[in-house]
């Protein structure tokens, strides 16, 4: 389900070697226009919403993660913004107390894949397909009429190993499963293996992520978004 506790002391150094462009994830956010809130489903250690907090200090933001050690570190980094509350949350079981104008995942709980011109895929942390009905079921009931849903886009993932920032070799294996794929993430210091991280992800055609997100009140928006770094979903009545 989605756990990265393996990962979680190396994910700030690997992220920001150029895994991700927090820059342009929050100067795609911020062009979705003023909000009243946002909430981040899986906010990991929190890269985004330190950048958000800081174009838009008076914003209220929440951010949940479902694994602990990522929240711990975004606890520590975003304690200087007020505005920020964290839970510790898987959203399969989500329990807030508001609803929200705007929320979005960019390689969080679910995300789509783009290659090209073939159709987008989605993908989700969450294998099992009963707990993404209900994922998506309690995202539904915290979201607040008209609010909008955007999930990140990203390319198409293959192996490869690359230097990062620190001097050590981050390496990725996508293995092909009956219901999506697995991924194996590793971070070695010479010889010296000092994470490797295993994730079962599940994947839904366009048509068929569309329909099981419209079945919870999720309608695609088919519109471009400038910056290419989310689809957009609004939340309607089922
Ligand atoms: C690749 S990280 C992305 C973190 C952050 N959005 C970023 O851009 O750096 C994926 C995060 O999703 C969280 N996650 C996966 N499944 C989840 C679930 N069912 N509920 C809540 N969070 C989940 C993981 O714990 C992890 O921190």
Request: aromatic share 12%; charged share 20%.
């Amino acid at each position: 389900m989605g756990d990265y506790t393996n990962m979680s002391g190396y994910y700030d150094v690997i992220m920001t070697s150029g895994y991700y462009d927090y820059k342009k994830i929050v100067d795609s956010l911020t062009s979705h226009g003023p909000q009243l809130n946002v909430l981040e489903i899986g906010c990991g250690t929190g890269l985004i919403l330190e950048e958000l907090a800081k174009r838009q200090p008076s914003l209220p933001i929440t951010g949940i993660d479902l694994t602990g050690p990522m929240l711990s570190i975004a606890q520590k980094r975003l304690a200087p913004f007020s505005t920020i509350s964290l839970s510790q949350q898987n959203i399969c079981e989500l329990t807030l107390d508001m609803q929200h104008e705007l929320a979005f995942s960019y390689g969080g709980v679910w995300y789509f894949v783009m290659d090209g011109d073939k159709e987008p895929f989605m993908v989700s942390h969450i294998a099992d397909e009963q707990a993404n009905r209900l994922g998506f079921e309690r995202l539904s009931a915290h979201m607040a009429p008209g609010g909008t849903l955007l999930l990140g886009i990203q390319g198409p993932h293959h192996d490869y190993e690359t230097t990062i920032s620190n001097g050590m070799v981050y390496s990725q294996k996508i293995d092909p499963t009956p219901i999506g794929f697995t991924k194996h993430y590793y971070l070695k210091d010479g010889a010296q293996t000092v994470m490797d991280q295993t994730v079962h992800y599940r994947t839904y055609t366009f048509a068929e992520a569309k329909a099981l997100m419209r079945s919870f009140g999720f309608e695609y928006v088919n519109e471009p978004d400038a910056h290419k770094m989310f689809l957009q979903f609004r939340k309607v009545s089922v």
